[in-house]
């Protein structure tokens, strides 16, 4: 039987929504301009290296780390997952553990409500706008989590997942990891702690982890050697990991990341063999 983990509890009220649009736009010029002149010169330069946003490796990133949050390379089957994992941020659900302490949960239904009004989980708005920032259940129980459900059938209740994943965590990775001049595997390590940690100001966060990693290695586009920078990374992840109970396992970093890097998989290709909590995984 495989070790039994904690889902990947974050800080509380993650990165608010104005905050994060502006990290988005916080993209170079010099980027912005090349974008421009590609669509408009018929002589474009040529496409820049693969990222994690090439769907393919998009969809690899999506199964390493369902094997970690959900013990499963299956991230589709967790749009329906929900639980109080009793870790102080109420219920923990959907494809990467938005929760209802910590607002992305409740920005998740506010985007679904404005997408599909009268939706099943539109009547639990002022409920989550009161718990936010809190464990507790009120207003939620005792149909929320069938309701959820109900609600992760609908197709629309999907897409507004995939989406709040992708503008609160995905898309500032690989934004983040492309600045940096980080390869595949390098945005992949983003966006995994961004995932575990949020990006808020506390000690912990993702952009405190990565200041940490700064003081000992420079990022390739500062002229630095990617594997040594990686490994700094990491190291900062594991520190952080280690000062919160639940994250005492570090074997996400230490069999699969780790893993990979030691390999010089810098663009993540296939076949691809780690652990999670003791469990192997594989991907042809």
Request: glycine share 8%; proline share 5%; with cysteine.
């Amino acid at each position: 039987m495989p070790t039994p983990h904690v889902r990947a509890p974050r800080p509380l009220r993650f990165l608010p929504r104005i905050a994060l649009g502006v990290a988005l736009l916080a993209v170079p010029a010099t980027a912005v301009a090349a974008t421009s002149d590609a669509t408009e010169v018929s002589s474009a330069p040529a496409p820049a290296a693969i990222g994690l946003d090439d769907p393919a490796k998009k969809e690899i990133a999506m199964q390493i780390v369902s094997s970690a949050e959900n013990s499963s390379l299956d991230w589709k089957a967790q749009y329906k997952y929900i639980e109080d994992i009793d870790d102080g941020r109420g219920y923990t659900a959907g494809i990467i553990g938005f929760c209802s302490g910590t607002g992305d949960m409740l920005d998740l239904v506010e985007l679904y409500t404005d997408r599909k009004p009268g939706n099943v989980l539109a009547k639990y708005l002022p409920a989550l706008r009161e718990v936010d920032g809190s464990d507790s259940h009120a207003g939620l129980d005792p149909n929320f989590t069938k309701d959820w459900k109900k609600a992760a059938q609908d197709s629309e209740f999907k897409k507004a997942q995939n989406d709040e994943r992708d503008r609160v965590y995905f898309n500032p990775a690989v934004n983040r990891g492309k600045q940096d001049g980080i390869g595949v595997l390098g945005q992949f390590i983003y966006y995994d702690a961004i995932v575990m940690h949020g990006d808020g100001g506390d000690s912990t966060s993702f952009s405190s982890i990565r200041k940490r990693a700064l003081a000992k290695a420079k990022t390739p586009a500062q002229g630095g050697d990617e594997k040594t920078y990686l490994n700094a990374f990491l190291d900062a992840r594991v520190w952080a990991m280690k000062q919160e109970e639940a994250h005492e396992d570090t074997s996400r970093v230490d069999t699969a990341q780790r893993v990979f890097v030691r390999k010089n998989n810098f663009n993540l290709n296939t076949p691809l063999d780690w652990k999670v909590y003791g469990e192997s995984f594989h991907i042809d």
